[in-house]
Structures are given as C-alpha cells and as structure tokens.
Nanobody, 120 residues
C-alpha cells in the first residue's frame, strides 16, 4: 500500500493550492482520511479529517479557508487551501485508515509529505 501526495509548492500569501493524495496497492476499504502538517521546529498537527461518508472536521486555524474532500472511487483525498498565510508553511502529510484485505484490521498509513511554502 502506498499513499502518494502531490500539489505542494510556493505561493504568495492570499493564494491557493490544492493537495491530492492517492492510495494505491492492495486496498479492501478505506475508513477516515486526514491531512496533517509539520512546520520546522514544531510537532505534527492535525489539519482536517474526513470520514468515508463525508463528515469533516477542521483545526480552528484553517476553518473557513481549507476544504477537505475525497473521491472514494479513486481512493483519493484532497485539501483545497485558500487565503493561505505564511504560518501555513509546512510539510503536509496525508493519512488513511486502511484495510488491505477482506477481514483485516484497519491500519494507519502515511504519505511521504509535500512541502507548502507561503511567502509574505
């Protein structure tokens, strides 16, 4: 199983980026998916989560600016980031609770991270 994140880059404050994360390999079912981020010198923090049914939750710092969504048919989760601020600069990681086989437990998988840099 592999989670491949993409879409990061350099953007000016006030700009937008859209991150994608596609799961591939042996996949029976994916439960919740999420985005985390880690800024230099800081701990990794939860940005947003989405259940298989589409219920979402956001960190207070991104509410109203970021939108998480998913395409279950494509095993992909997205993060639309608008009105970006310099403090959003971080490496963004996707995460999925995934069962690789029928009857297997759900295991937490991580993507490799994608850098988002917001200049002032």
């Amino acid at each position: 199983v592999q989670l491949q994140a993409s879409g990061g880059g350099l953007v000016q404050a006030g700009g937008s980026l859209r991150l994608s994360c596609a799961a591939s390999g042996s996949i029976f079912s994916i439960d919740a998916m999420a985005w985390y981020r880690q800024a230099p010198g800081k701990q990794r923090e939860l940005v947003a989560t989405i259940t298989r049914g589409g219920s979402t939750n956001y960190a207070d710092s991104v509410k109203g600016r970021f939108t998480i969504s998913r395409d279950n048919a494509k095993n992909t989760v997205y993060l639309q980031m608008n009105s970006l601020k310099p403090e959003d600069t971080a490496v963004y990681y996707c995460n999925a609770g995934l069962a690789p086989f029928t009857g297997s437990y759900y295991v937490s998988y991580w993507g490799q991270g994608t850098q988002v840099t917001v200049s002032s």
